[in-house]
């Protein structure tokens, strides 16, 4: 069965600390992957993507995660958190869209940063 | 502006009611979806239909109905079969040229 798994239900750091959250598929053909945010009583957030090609994607805010297609990962990383990095994150993976593009989320990762 | 709109943000409605939950989009995108957010349990799909006039089950589909008579309004209908209706509720759509979901602001539905 199609699966991911986020290793960490809720994270806390202290401002300027490196971030690192855990990512993990299980999907048995080519696949989309993504990372979204939820601040605070907003929308949830496209934070970067990646389709195929350098498996080192940057995203918004300094963002950046790497793909590493032999360990089905997908990890999340930003050298130095900031207390408005402070929200809740998730991996997703999708089918192609001519596969119905149904996305399929992890169980979110809850950040927090001390300012 | 081009987005995603979700009415209302906050529902509230007593056991046993039907209640219909909003999604119109001016992205002219093709296809559109409803996930269920649940606490530590991420977003898990209910509906999603990639043109008008058709649309197919996601993983939690029982207990709700959907609609898709125009591309731009994908309404979602809460039954008083759905055993756990309190949830937040996202709408999502996109296009093949992107692959790439956006979502609208949510509703919270609260069934008391």
């Known amino acids: 069965a199609q699966s991911v798994s986020q290793h960490n239900h809720h994270v806390i750091l202290s401002e300027a600390a490196s971030l690192e959250l855990g990512c993990n598929y299980s999907?048995?053909?080519?696949?989309?992957l993504f990372w979204y945010v939820q601040y605070p009583g907003q929308h949830l957030q496209l934070l970067l993507k990646y389709f195929s090609g350098d498996p080192l994607v940057k995203g918004i805010k300094g963002f950046e995660a790497e793909f590493i297609k032999s360990k089905f990962s997908f990890n999340l990383r930003k050298p130095s958190v900031q207390w408005s990095d402070t929200a809740e994150y998730f991996c997703a993976v999708n089918a192609p869209y001519n596969q119905g593009g149904k996305l399929i989320f992890g169980q979110g990762t809850e950040l927090s940063v001390k300012p | 502006d081009g987005g995603i709109t979700q009415s209302p943000k906050y529902l509230f409605r007593k056991e046993g009611q039907n209640v219909t939950l909003s999604c119109e989009q001016n992205l002219n995108h093709d296809a559109m979806y409803w996930y269920r957010q649940d606490p530590g349990q991420g977003l898990r799909l209910i509906y999603y239909s990639q043109i008008v006039n058709d649309f197919q089950k996601g993983d939690i589909a029982e207990g709700y109905s959907v609609s898709r008579e125009k591309k731009e309004s994908f309404p979602l209908t809460v039954t008083s079969a759905q055993k756990n209706p309190t949830a937040f509720y996202l709408c999502?759509?996109?296009?093949?040229?992107?692959?790439?979901?956006?979502f609208g602001p949510g509703t919270r539905l609260t069934v008391l």
């Open positions: 999907y048995g053909g080519t696949v989309n």
């Open positions: 999502a759509s996109s296009t093949a040229a992107t692959d790439t979901q956006y």
